[in-house]
Nanobody, 123 residues
């Protein structure tokens, strides 16, 4: 499984961005997928996860109500729509996927990672 993230950039506070993550895989295995981020000097943290089964995503408290995760299974693509961006959203955003049944919120359960895309929000 390979993941390719795109869509980052430099924006002003209050602006919007949409990140995309294309998942390339050789099998038809189901996978949970989502986004994590890492700000300078901080640990990587969960942003939003879309489970393969069901339609109830998981969001971190800091982005709930501003960010929306979605996926197109037919295109193997996961999106992160980010609205009302704040300076504290500045980070490298990584898409990730897992095929195991471990907890969605546990970063260690994610087997596959994209290369990251930088989002910079100026205040």
């Amino acid at each position: 499984v390979q993941l390719q993230a795109s869509g980052g950039g430099l924006v002003q506070a209050g602006d919007s961005l949409r990140l995309s993550c294309v998942v390339s895989r050789r099998t038809s295995s189901a996978y949970d997928a989502g986004w994590f981020r890492q700000a300078p000097g901080k640990e990587r943290e969960l942003v939003a996860i879309m489970p393969w089964r069901g339609d109830r995503p998981v969001y971190s408290g800091s982005v709930r109500g501003r960010f929306t995760i979605s996926r197109q299974k037919a295109k193997d693509t996961v999106y992160l729509q980010m609205n009302s961006l704040k300076a504290e959203d500045t980070a490298v955003y990584y898409c990730a996927a897992k095929t195991n049944s471990g907890r969605l919120e546990e970063i260690a359960n994610y087997d596959y990672w994209g290369q990251g895309t930088l989002v910079t929000v100026s205040s």
